[in-house]
């Protein structure tokens, strides 16, 4: 496996039946869902590749001296307003926008040029004929329609498209900046947190997004454990948010790694805009937009790694940046761990799960079959002990379908999409 296969996101499209992947090497494949066969019902939905392209290329920076990887950090897709379909993919500094659209029919019979497309002797053409439309095989087309480039000093963590389907958020470590989807040479900076002196630094901008449909109500979160709303109408630049959500910390769990371990890796509004999901290193926190207080809910992901938190600072693992998902419903939550392990929380039984994305468990008709990790004393047939734990196997990037029970596991180089064939409680 080379290293520029490692999956870096997956996003799912708004409809569900495009998926796209972007890797380390900047390349984007794009899933289609295949039509449900009527007289197969096992084909049901499959998702197949439907477009693979070169999105991000290394650049070097030669003003800083910098390389630019070609690692592509978010895929977002636009609503879709025509037959054709929009995506935005951003690396660490360069946002760009592609079209994908599909061609089955070709001209033929031009005047002034001959099949291959060469001009023709004028002298030759003496009567007009009135090109026609032929059926070809199909093909998809990616062609880019914007680069937004030069907006920002820091790395690009989060891209997010606004409900009013014109403009855009992007957001590095110190700044977010609020995009015009035709206007590709000028930003507004929306948030600035950098300080004057960059020894006072105490906190960065760890991830953002816009309200699913107030189109002025956005989020970021920081490194201290912190959530922003921000409100568009209040001024132009907010750097003063209008709600700050923060848990105040227990004074009997303090350690070396509190501030590392509650730092938020990704924040997720929930599909009716209420409640707010994030992920910190050991939990998973549902908010209520009214409630600033302190989460409605926090889940536990895997709360027996806390005793090995030394060694995994030592193997810098307690840096990983997990996402989390929502389900259509916004019952059921969704976020990564180690092993090629996921949790799923179930928020109105309380149940929770824990599933394995492997070759054994992607199968056709193969049932998820739930895992437990076990610390110490008496162990269960297929538990698996802490202590032997793959650190390195880790699902950093999860997205569920926006309606269905279909989720896609980004599990390394490879993309496992699980779905529900009967409707079980949780998987």
């Known amino acids: 496996m080379s290293c520029a296969d490692i999956i870096s996101t997956v996003e799912f499209n708004h409809t569900g039946e495009l998926l796209a992947t972007g890797d ?3 390349r984007v494949v794009i899933f289609q869902r295949e039509p449900e066969c009527k007289n197969e019902p096992c084909s049901q939905g499959e998702y197949n590749v439907y477009s693979t392209f070169q999105s991000h290329e290394p650049e070097f920076d030669y003003l800083k001296s910098l390389e630019i990887e070609e690692k592509i950090n978010k895929i977002k897709w636009l609503p879709q ?5 929009s995506l935005l993919s951003t690396n660490d500094k360069t946002i760009k926008l592609w079209k994908i659209s599909e061609r089955d029919k070709r001209p033929e019979g031009y005047n002034l040029k001959d099949e291959e497309g060469k001009m023709k002797d004028l002298s030759t053409v003496t009567s007009l004929q009135v090109p026609v439309l032929k059926p070809m095989d199909l093909m998809v087309e990616v062609s880019p329609r914007r680069i937004f480039s030069n907006g920002h000093m820091y790395h690009v963590n989060s891209i997010s498209v606004n409900s009013d389907c014109e403009t855009y958020m992007s957001a590095d470590d110190l700044r977010i900046n609020l995009w015009h989807l035709a206007i590709t040479d000028r930003s507004f900076n929306i948030v600035d947190i950098k300080p004057a002196n960059m020894e006072d630094l105490t906190e960065v901008i760890t991830a953002a997004e816009f309200h699913p449909y107030h189109c002025n109500l956005f989020v970021y979160s920081s490194s201290k454990g912190s959530l922003r709303l921000c409100d568009m109408r209040a001024s132009a630049l907010c750097d003063k948010h209008c709600k700050l959500y ?3 910390e227990d004074p009997s769990n303090r350690s070396f790694f509190s501030e590392i371990i509650s730092s938020v890796s990704d924040v997720k509004f929930s599909h009716s805009g209420r409640y707010m999901l994030t992920r910190d290193y050991l939990t998973v926190k549902v908010w209520d937009l009214n409630m600033e207080t302190k989460p409605i809910e926090t889940y536990q992901v895997h709360d027996y790694l806390r005793s090995k938190l030394c060694s995994l600072y030592e193997n810098d693992c307690i840096f990983d940046k997990f996402e989390c998902a929502w389900n259509g419903s ?4 969704m976020t990564g761990a180690y092993n090629n392990f996921f949790r799923m929380f179930d928020r109105n039984t309380k149940r929770d799960v824990t599933l394995e994305a492997s ?9 998820l079959k739930p895992r437990r990790v076990c610390i110490g004393g008496k162990r269960r047939k297929d538990d698996i002990s802490v202590d032997s734990l793959d650190f390195t196997k880790k699902i950093l990037h999860t997205a569920w379908h926006p309606t269905e029970n279909i ?6 180089n490879n993309l496992y999409i699980f779905q529900d064939k009967v409707n079980s409680d949780m998987h």
């Open 24 to 26: 380390k090497g900047g």
């Open 81 to 85: 307003q025509n037959a054709a379909h």
């Open 246 to 248: 923060e848990e105040p």
């Open 330 to 333: 916004d019952s059921v939550i």
């Open 359 to 367: 070759r054994e468990s992607s199968k056709p008709r193969a049932v």
């Open 407 to 412: 989720i896609a596991i980004a599990a390394t």
